[in-house]
T-cell receptor, first 111, second 114 residues
């Protein structure tokens, strides 16, 4: 079974609104990373949060990590139509372990 | 720095044939991972190479293989293609920094098996 599970599977919002996506995982991690994928293209690395960090910001992105609940959330503030994409979380168990991706959240930002 | 490049970008093959996909990592990155992405199964890890050695392998049949060259470029090969192998194949190169790996993905190779 997959390590990361995003929630919701799909999200539709209006431009200017905030979008929140959640990710849950099962085992201990070294870090958790969020990626964006525009339709049928490669993944773009958004942000990495280490297991000893609780919150991280990058521009309009805010990521939180709760290792006690084995969950993370990605908040995109003031969304734009260009934010329309699929968002994936990936857990990194550490050296020698492969990344495990969740099924992704498909975000649609309507103009 | 140039990003991760993958060739070819699109490929159409027939069942039973074999295919080789190529990936050139970002300069200085020694780790290369391969993923298969399908609508039904999502992103699934195939294998990872580091310094020409396979360091990790996902749960795929032996028809899927790979290798890495001394310049860190990597190839993956799929033999005896099946319809279910139709997918987007993504390559990612990684840099170990600050105690973590950050992966940088190429644009992918879209393989269609008919």
């Amino acid at each position: 079974s997959q390590q990361g599970e995003e929630d919701p599977q799909a999200l539709s919002i209006q431009e200017g609104e905030n979008a929140t996506m959640n990710c849950s995982y099962k085992t201990s991690i070294n870090n958790l990373q969020w990626y964006r994928q525009n339709s049928g293209r490669g993944l773009v690395h958004l942000i990495l949060i280490r297991s000893n960090e609780r919150e991280k910001h990058s521009g309009r992105l805010r990521v939180t990590l709760d290792t006690s609940k084995k969950s993370s959330s990605l908040l995109i503030t003031a969304s734009r139509a260009a934010d329309t994409a699929s968002y994936f979380c990936a857990t990194d168990g550490g050296y020698g372990q492969n990344f495990v991706f969740g099924p992704g959240t498909r975000l649609s930002v309507l103009p | 720095k140039a990003g991760v490049t993958q060739t070819p970008r699109y490929l159409i093959k027939t069942r039973g044939q074999q295919v080789t996909l190529s990936c050139s990592p970002i300069s200085g990155h020694r780790s290369v991972s391969w993923y298969q992405q399908t609508p039904g199964q999502g992103l699934q890890f195939l294998f990872e190479y580091f310094s020409e050695t396979q360091r990790n392998k996902g749960n795929f049949p032996g028809r899927f293989s790979g290798r890495q060259f001394s310049n860190s470029r990597s190839e993956m090969n799929v033999s005896t293609l099946e319809l279910g192998d139709s997918a987007l194949y993504l390559c990612a190169s990684s840099l170990f920094t600050g105690g973590s790996y950050e992966q940088y993905f190429g644009p992918g190779t879209r393989l269609t098996v008919t």
